[in-house]
């Protein structure tokens, strides 16, 4: 018998055999944090095109074709030979213009930042255009230069270039005053002050100019290519959507929405390499 009084021992819980709440959770986490960048932008692309296609079951093909639809559509428009050549029409649009866009827009950029009292001079009227719906300027320019690909080129470069103008003039007035002061101590010229000083010190803010003008140099590609409707991936589309061919439609739409992609992926890889470089320049000095 036992003792009266005596303490009994509190019971000892057992460890349970299946893992808690807590334990599965992090062991979730720890799953989804070993995704790569590529693998979630696959399961969005991949949750995207599902929720696009159960929203086209009660729209139908007219309204909203299914992305399964968009296969037998590309593969007609390749069979037919019409969405390769319109596809390099429009590239070749889009680079010409947007090259002028990037050698214009640095080079006045750099040179409104360099000499405060040209851009304090210039700075209102690139304002004012900037804020002027450049879209309405379209007709002037077909008007101009006529329907073939010079009109088209000077859309693209009017829609690409003030991004790259207004950045770039940003970078070159955020330069380090110190770094200038100390150039012009030492006898450097406005020639290698903006070289060496000004130019790396706006390199982010021109590769900013740059996403921005790729994104509007497409915009303009398209609206070049609409209203002219002779060539290039626009005059596909303004062709289907005449004829209600809503798939076909869509596939010059995912072709332009690829070009933005890679180019914009490219502009990525060069911010990086641009930084690198500057970074080691940095040190060098």
């Known amino acids: 018998m036992a003792a009266v009084g005596a303490k009994t021992l509190p019971e000892v819980e057992r460890p349970s055999s299946t893992p808690s709440a807590?334990?599965?959770?992090?062991?979730?986490?720890s799953v989804l944090s070993r995704l790569s960048v590529t693998q979630w932008r696959l399961v969005a692309l991949a949750v995207f095109l599902v929720a696009w296609h159960l929203a086209s079951i009660p729209a139908g093909r007219l309204l909203l074709p299914s992305p399964l639809d968009l296969v037998p559509a590309t593969v007609d428009e390749l069979r037919s030979g019409q969405l390769i050549p319109a596809t390099l029409a429009s590239l070749g649009v889009f680079s010409a213009g947007y090259g002028l866009a990037i050698v214009s827009g640095v080079a006045v950029g750099v040179l409104m930042g360099g000499m405060p009292r040209l851009g304090e001079t210039l700075e209102v009227y690139v304002n004012a255009m900037n804020a002027t719906p450049r879209v309405a300027l379209i007709p002037l320019v077909i008007l101009w230069f006529g329907l073939g690909p010079i009109a088209k080129i000077v859309v693209v470069w009017l829609l690409a270039v003030l991004p790259i103008l207004i950045n770039t003039y940003a970078g070159v007035q955020n330069?380090?005053?110190?770094?200038?002061?100390?150039?012009?101590?030492?006898?450097?010229?406005?020639?290698?002050?903006?070289?060496?000083?000004?130019?790396?010190?706006?390199?982010?803010?021109?590769?900013?100019?740059?996403?921005?003008?790729?994104?509007?140099?497409?915009?303009?590609?398209?609206?070049?290519?609409?209203?002219?409707?002779?060539?290039?991936?626009?005059?596909?589309?303004?062709?289907?959507?005449?004829?209600?061919?809503?798939?076909?439609?869509?596939?010059?739409?995912?072709?332009l929405a690829g070009m933005g992609m890679l180019v914009s992926e490219a502009l990525k890889i060069l911010e990086r390499r641009l930084a690198r470089w500057k970074a080691t320049r940095e040190v060098s000095a």
């Open 22 to 29: 807590s334990v599965k959770a992090r062991e979730k986490r």
């Open 175 to 255: 330069t380090d005053p110190d770094l200038l002061e100390a150039a012009r101590s030492f006898g450097a010229r406005r020639g290698q002050v903006f070289r060496y000083i000004m130019l790396p010190a706006a390199l982010p803010y021109v590769v900013t100019g740059l996403r921005l003008g790729a994104a509007m140099a497409m915009v303009g590609t398209v609206f070049a290519e609409l209203y002219t409707a002779l060539a290039g991936l626009g005059y596909l589309m303004a062709q289907y959507s005449g004829s209600f061919q809503t798939a076909k439609y869509f596939v010059p739409v995912l072709v």
